[in-house]
């Protein structure tokens, strides 16, 4: 089982980035629940607003609004367990998430690559996926795979189900697989239950997870939110993982943002924790700034590195794992 460095803790014996105080981070949650009953989020999950209403929500089945009231949010983020190990299919490799220590995993997911023998940009292959694989599962200081290509010579609404193909037969490390649509959940099991000998056995040890996105603004999109769901059900580790853009798709000014962030991830965290009360969930983002200028979301940023540092204070202040992206 791997450990990682020590960070945000009284000793410091690495790099630690403390720019909230807990008041800060409070006020933060107190703006969230505020939006989550006054505003509410769009749900466009039948089986996911019924779960909702069935909890003590109001829900509005014209506009697909859900008002979730704050008493319901804060025993779901009391019962998420604060640690979790994840899993791979070697024992050696499992990764104990858990506050106070960091890893890293390889960014996903590019739409190109550069060729290393042309030098040119162009559409990634399955040739590459594995080939990439490989590589990953050979750096020591990436603890966790995430899903790192798609390839183009595939049928794109199953190219999910290639990534994780090339997982299972490239690397032992834990992985996290970002699928959203609940069919590719069922296959996706399926695969994991053959390659562990039993669905059983891959229950115990879910060598895989998948990431549920929220689209920003508080809209719980019904793929993603069925995949949630369904992979709850299955045991296969989820990990809540928005990509608002402060200035397009979010509020400029990045508090307006951390509110809304906040929000689309704890009213998913709900979600999870109402299909099966004390899952370990994941805190993600990939939130980032928008370039006003051409629209494109501007990952590795000053202004994302600041807000990985909200994502990772507003986690610890849940007392939940966190997962924040870079560039």
């Not at 960070?7 to 630690?16: I, R, S, V």
């Not at 040119?120 to 490989?134: C, F, I, Q």
Request: charged share 20%; with cysteine.
């Amino acid at each position: 089982m791997a450990r990682g460095l020590l960070t945000n803790t009284t000793k410091y014996p690495a790099l630690g980035l403390n720019m909230f105080t807990d008041d800060e981070l409070f006020e933060v949650h107190l703006a969230t629940l505020d939006v989550l009953w006054n505003v509410g989020i769009k749900c466009e999950s039948k089986e996911a607003r019924q779960i909702f209403g069935d909890a003590g929500c109001t829900v509005d089945e014209a506009t697909h609004i859900v008002k979730i009231p704050a008493w319901l949010i804060e025993d779901a983020m009391n019962v998420a367990p604060p640690n979790f190990r994840c899993t791979g299919r070697d024992p050696e490799k499992d990764w104990y998430c858990e506050s106070g220590r960091t890893g890293f995993v390889n960014f996903g997911e590019a739409l190109n690559v550069i060729d290393p023998y042309t030098r040119k940009r162009r559409a990634p292959t399955k040739d590459d996926l594995y080939k990439s694989v490989m590589m990953i599962d050979k750096m020591k200081n990436i603890v966790v795979f995430e899903r790192n290509i798609v390839p183009a010579d595939v049928d794109p609404y199953v190219g999910q189900l290639h990534v994780l193909n090339a997982f299972l037969n490239n690397t032992t490390k834990p992985g996290y697989i970002g699928m959203h649509d609940p069919n590719n959940i069922k296959i996706a099991f399926k695969m994991g239950s053959v390659v562990a000998g039993s669905e059983e056995k891959f229950k115990e040890r879910p060598f895989f997870g998948t990431s549920t996105d929220p689209i920003s603004p508080l809209v719980q999109a019904e793929g993603a939110t069925d995949a949630l769901i369904y992979a709850t059900r299955l045991g296969i580790p989820v990990k809540i993982n928005p990509l608002g853009m402060a200035g397009g798709t979010t509020c400029v000014h990045l508090a307006g943002t951390m509110v809304t962030h906040n929000a689309e991830v704890v009213s998913m965290f709900l979600l999870g924790q109402l299909i099966k009360r004390g899952v370990p969930m994941v805190y993600g983002s990939s939130t980032a700034m928008m370039d006003l200028s051409t629209t494109v979301s501007c990952v590795g940023s000053p202004e994302l590195a600041l807000f990985s540092a909200f994502v990772a204070k507003m986690a610890q202040f849940y007392k939940v794992p966190s997962w924040v992206a870079g560039g």
